[in-house]
């Protein structure tokens, strides 16, 4: 939970190994994000899958699924999800960036068969591409008979399916590779049973598979709470084409430039793909557009469907490496306006792969470059990625491309147009042996780079330890991207016209005011506000609180109890005097969470989701109340 004092849960990491996180769907304070809830805006937008293997250490790799299952809303069965296998790894994009928002920002979807049968993943984010950062997991199971989701915390996959597993990325550590306002890449990691360790050390269990076939963590979705800016997205879905098919350039539908060549935009949106047709339209070098299921050739993709699926579009791209021939495979503005590219899905055709997948030897790999270039003509930059690379027979990782994989094109910066080319080792007369023919899917680019504004977000939370002359204030404040430079309240009666203000010295997201001189026996009106370096002050919404009369203070202070540990992980001890007690436990919004009836001190066993509440015991016509601190 965001901003309710974060530090409780290092400086008490010791002292509450015992305690267990929330527990299956159905039960009190648990944090499973459904399907349908309402503080999703948005769902993955492309996957990249690296699949693992069917056993620990094992040679098959799994290969349940596609990609494209796990992108969109998910259908709540167990059948349709994206298998990752041991120690396999997917990439998640999205059609705009995670933000660190108030609450959860962002979870993650698998397909448990039930509420003991989980398969869990890591979870790490990246605002560039290249520096990731891992969620500090925590398991308490000890073994693979002991699998309950209150075992687990920070890792995907312990809910049952139809309900995703939250993230805050205020649970990451601040640093300067990682922009939590512009969070572009979701990485998930299956767990290795028995193997893999938890943020603590602790070897993690999960649902047994060992000796038989398992398709470890199964992906079916991510979901964003909390997102900036939607990106300009070209899928292609625009461009008419028939089904199973594809479309070159040639003479009857390009038009002849001044060098003779024939040129053809093919556009989608407002991106325009460039198509040439060399030697009087004879011969089609760029892209064309495609949406073939079945030709295992020249013009479709190697996973033989599109990044959203079988039966969308996407262009295929011819590169030429004879003579000089015109730029081309390129991508720009229609109106030729500049942009900012985010990034693209590329992937090898059919041809190009059937062709490495005969003849893949040590040593051998093929690159796909994309250059950008300004209204100039000048390189503002270039990304390579590899379609195939065997350059190293021993690392793991080294594999021939499949599916799509993702090209992060933010290193280009702001580009008139994009252009692609081609280059391998696997040459005969210093020309290209593979089909020089490949996919792109997905082109994700911004129109400007302005930076994101998250405004302030302020809540009003109640009053407590409110006396005769005296009470306290309190506030939960999210800043988002602004600069506060002052937090506090105001308060007043209700006949009162003007308002008194008190400013706060402390820092941190939930702060406290405690004022005094106040009437007994008196209502009060108050609210919280804070300030930004523009000089604009946003208020939560108003409250109010009654001080107590004269006698009730005389009565408090002969009633006074203890409350420990305090904060705490779930149990807490009351000491109080014998006799019965009505003890009431309220959240922030003085909303009764909690109520029982003791006789004398008392362990009372809480489930209450992490947070500050309010705690009150009632005994013989008088009342107390503390502050109760829940990790």
């Known amino acids: 939970m965001k901003r309710v004092f974060l530090f409780l849960g290092m400086l008490l990491q010791a002292a509450f190994t015992f305690a267990q996180f929330d527990g299956p769907v159905g039960t009190e304070g648990c944090k499973a994000v459904a399907i349908s809830d309402s503080r999703i ?46 120690g396999g790894k997917a990439l998640v994009t ?124 199964d992906l079916t979705g991510v979901a964003v709470m909390n997102a900036g800016v939607p990106y300009m997205i070209s899928d292609c879905e625009s461009i008419a084409l028939s089904a199973d098919s594809h479309e070159l ?24 793909y460039e198509a040439v047709g060399l030697y009087g339209g004879s011969f089609a070098c760029g892209f064309g557009p495609s949406n073939h299921t079945t030709a295992a050739g020249y ?97 793991p990782e080294a594999d021939l491309v499949k599916e799509w994989v993702y090209m992060d094109l933010q290193a280009l910066g702001e580009c008139s147009k994009i252009a692609f080319t081609l280059a391998s080792n696997d040459v005969a007369y210093g020309y290209l042996n593979a089909p020089s023919y490949f996919c792109v899917d997905g082109f994700t680019y911004k129109n400007d780079n302005a930076p994101f504004v998250l405004p302030m977000d302020l809540i009003t939370l109640a009053a407590t330890e409110v006396t005769e002359e005296t009470a306290t204030l309190n506030g939960d404040l999210f800043a988002g991207t602004e600069t506060v430079t002052a937090r506090g309240f105001e308060y007043k009666t209700a006949d009162e016209q003007t308002w008194t203000s008190v400013t706060s010295t402390d820092g941190s997201d939930i702060y406290a005011v405690t004022i005094d001189g106040l009437t007994p026996d008196t209502e009060y009106i108050f609210r919280a506000f804070a300030t930004n370096d523009g000089g604009n002050t946003v208020y939560g919404e108003e409250l109010t609180f009654r001080t107590l009369t004269v006698q009730s203070l005389i009565d ?31 959240d922030m919004q003085s909303r009764q969470v909690f109520a029982t009836m003791v006789e004398g001190s008392c362990e009372l066993n809480l489930s209450l989701p992490s947070g500050v509440y309010v705690l009150t015991v009632e005994k013989d016509g008088m009342q107390s109340s503390r502050k109760l601190f829940v990790k």
Request: charged share 15%; aromatic share 14%; hydrophobic share 35%.
């Open 299 to 395: 013009y479709s993709s190697a996973s033989l469907q599109a990044l959203e699926g079988a039966g969308s579009k996407y262009m295929v791209g011819y590169y030429s490496d004879y003579g000089e021939t015109p730029l081309h495979n390129v991508i720009r503005k229609a109106d030729g306006s500049s942009f900012y590219p985010q990034g693209i899905y590329v992937a090898p055709s059919s041809a190009m792969y059937n062709h490495f997948t005969a003849s893949f030897t040590a040593g051998m790999w093929e690159t796909i470059t994309a250059t950008g270039y300004d209204a100039a003509g000048t390189e503002t930059g270039t990304v390579t990625v590899y379609l195939a690379d065997y350059r190293n027979s021993q690392d």
């Open 94 to 217: 999205f059609d705009r960036p995670i933000v660190n928002g108030r609450g959860f920002d962002f979870a993650v979807f698998e397909n448990p068969f039930g509420p003991n049968f989980l398969e869990l993943a890591f979870v790490e984010v990246s605002s560039d591409g290249e520096h990731f950062f891992r969620f500090p997991a925590t398991s308490l199971s000890t073994s693979s008979s002991d699998v309950m989701a209150q075992h687990y915390n920070n890792l995907a996959g312990k809910y049952e399916v139809g309900y995703g597993t939250p993230f805050d990325l205020s649970d990451l550590p601040d640093d300067e590779n990682l922009d939590k306002m512009n969070i572009r890449f979701v990485r998930l990691i299956d767990v290795t049973e028995g193997v893999d360790t938890d943020a603590q050390g602790n070897v993690i269990y999960d649902s047994p598979c060992a000796g038989s076939y398992s398709a470890g963590f």
């Open 556 to 586: 408090a202070q002969t009633f006074s109890f203890r409350l420990y540990p305090n904060p705490t992980a779930g149990n807490v001890h009351v000491e109080l005097e014998n006799g019965t007690s009505a003890i009431k436990i309220f």
């Open 41 to 86: 805006v948005s769902w993955a937008y492309g996957v990249q899958v690296k699949r693992g293997f069917t056993a620990p250490n094992g040679t098959t790799r799994v290969s349940y699924g596609t990609c494209d299952m796990a992108q969109g809303v998910p259908d709540s069965t167990t059948t349709t999800a994206v298998s990752l296998g041991f």
């Open 249 to 272: 350039i040639d003479a009857t539908n390009g038009t002849m430039g001044e060098d003779g060549n024939y040129y053809k935009d093919y556009t989608d949106g407002d991106i325009a």
